[in-house]
């Protein structure tokens, strides 16, 4: 429905000693930045949210009524405004993109301190081992669940269960060693070995196969689709153990 922001918005929403609805603080935000005056009617005690829902035969609070039709909850709201409202079950690539982002930017600061410029080989190595770093953190926030989407595609863990549980750990390990420039005698094997499988199961699974899969890579949690990406992440901790285990061997 087409909102007119010249009309008054009435918004019901749970404001209670124990419980102030985020919803309802998010609902009323977004009417004023699309230039409605809201009419606020804060439902204060349990009892009288409880009448409110049964009156108007809703569910949930926060509910918000323009011209006297009711628009719904915050998510109705948004659709309303013609905003997108992500499915529970929606694919994104927003937690890789944050990721890459940040650690991209991290790389830069580090290499501005270190050496007084951004434009260092070794950004690109930070870079790298921060990501590693990271992705490695969403994968061991819940190693169970990680481990369960894990053996959906990866060929070791398939074949041997408790590599999915080792897998965060190993990767962790090899990120922080190369973010360090030690031990680079366990990093680069380490990293190219994880690194070659995932690359390998990615291949396997998406472009052999066919498969449509989410990605464990941020976690067992994620709507991230498999492919582009979890293959990416792979190359690049096969790319840079190669590079790292080279440059150990040969002084480069």
């Known amino acids: 429905m087409p909102l007119d922001s010249r009309d008054t918005a009435t918004l019901y929403r749970m404001v209670m000693p124990d419980h102030l609805c985020p919803y309802g603080l998010k609902s009323k935000d977004l009417l004023e930045r699309e230039g409605y005056t809201v009419d606020d009617r804060p439902l204060t005690t349990r009892e009288e949210t409880e009448a409110f829902k049964a009156k108007h035969g809703v569910d949930t609070t926060p509910q918000t009524f323009i011209g006297g039709e009711r628009i719904g909850g915050y998510d109705d709201l948004r659709r309303s405004f013609g905003q997108h409202v992500r499915g529970e079950d929606e694919m994104t ?42 992705l490695a953190v969403q994968k061991l926030k819940d190693v169970e669940t990680f481990s369960t989407m894990f053996l959906n595609y990866d060929l070791l863990a398939r074949r041997w269960v408790r590599y999915g549980y080792l897998y965060p750990f190993g990767e962790a390990l090899a990120g922080v060693l190369m973010v360090a420039g030690a031990l680079t005698w366990i990093s680069a094997p380490v990293a190219i070995f ?59």
């Open 93 to 134: 690539y927003q937690p890789v993109i944050a990721i890459f982002s940040v650690a991209f930017l991290m790389a830069l600061g580090l290499s501005w301190s270190v050496y007084g410029t951004i434009l260092t080989f070794r950004a690109v190595e930070w870079f790298i081992a921060i990501s590693m770093c990271f």
């Open 194 to 252: 994880i690194g070659a499988v995932g690359a390998a199961s990615v291949v396997k699974a998406v472009y052999v196969d066919k498969r449509e899969l989410k990605c464990a890579c941020v976690g067992g949690g994620s709507n991230v689709p498999l492919g582009f990406v979890s293959l990416t992440e792979n190359l690049m901790m096969l790319g840079m153990g190669l590079w790292m285990g080279a440059r150990a061997l040969w002084g480069l």
